[in-house]
């Protein structure tokens, strides 16, 4: 079985300031995970994923995360967030051939001016 | 490159209605899933198809629920005596064969129950 655990379901950064979003996950089998963003009304777009590969993924939009195996941790990372990066960003794993995603309860990431 | 579409994008029914939802996946996708997301909440799984077969079901998917895929293209997803428990958002996504291929959304259908 495979669960999500994302750390603060809401995160203020200034424009410009460094963006990290938290993901802990468990899975029984080698995970492959996910970080989705959702803007309001719509549905889920894929940002990176982690398929036992290189252990920092980059993504779109200047996302990147890096997978730990001995933190269980998938932490979504921007260097300098934008005011069109405030959105709800969800984490996700997936186990083996296992096919449905897992998600967390997501993190409104909100950017002030 | 056209993504995932769903038809209607808002239903509002009353409860006891019967509702059906449309889902196209991106053409050469033989994966296609559904996932039930409610307000503050990250989507949850319903049910996943291969080509035309039904492979999971999740216990989420109560017997007022019914889903499929006839020809292994579009598929429906029926809710049946609506309840308010139903209103949330539908999303439906797809993928091409693959561990590693990630799944694609559509923008959903959101059901409101009256």
């Known amino acids: 079985a495979q669960s999500v655990t994302q750390l603060g379901s809401h995160v203020s950064v200034s424009e410009g300031a460094l963006v990290l979003l938290r993901c802990n996950y468990s899975?029984?089998?080698?995970?492959?995970l996910f970080w989705y963003v959702q803007y309001p009304n719509q549905g889920l777009q894929l940002l990176l994923k982690?398929?036992?590969?290189?252990?920092l993924v980059k993504g779109i939009n200047g996302f990147e995360a890096e997978f730990k195996k001995s933190e269980t941790s998938f932490h979504l990372t921007k260097p300098s967030a934008h005011m069109s990066d405030a959105a709800e960003y969800f984490c996700?794993?997936?186990?083996?051939?296992?096919?449905?995603?897992?998600f967390g309860k997501g993190t409104l990431l909100t950017v002030n001016p | 490159d056209t993504g995932v579409s769903q038809d209607p994008r808002h239903k509002i029914t009353k409860r006891g209605q019967n509702v059906t939802f449309r889902c196209d996946p991106i053409?050469?996708?033989?994966?296609l899933y559904w996932y039930r997301q409610t307000l503050g909440q990250g989507p949850e799984f319903l049910t996943y198809?291969?080509?035309?077969?039904?492979?999971?079901k999740s216990r989420l998917l109560s017997d007022r629920f019914s889903a499929e895929r006839p020809k292994g293209s579009f598929s429906t997803l029926e809710i049946q005596r609506t309840e308010q428990g139903d209103s949330a958002m539908y999303l439906c996504?797809?993928?091409?064969?693959?561990?590693?291929?990630?799944?694609?959304f559509g923008d959903g259908t959101r059901l409101s129950i009256l």
């Open positions: 996504a797809s993928s091409s064969t693959g561990e590693e291929e990630p799944q694609h």
């Open positions: 899975s029984s089998v080698p995970p492959y």
């Open positions: 982690y398929t036992s590969a290189a252990t």
């Open positions: 996700a794993v997936r186990g083996g051939s296992n096919y449905k995603l897992t």
């Open positions: 053409s050469e996708h033989n994966r």
């Open positions: 198809f291969q080509n035309e077969a039904q492979l999971e």
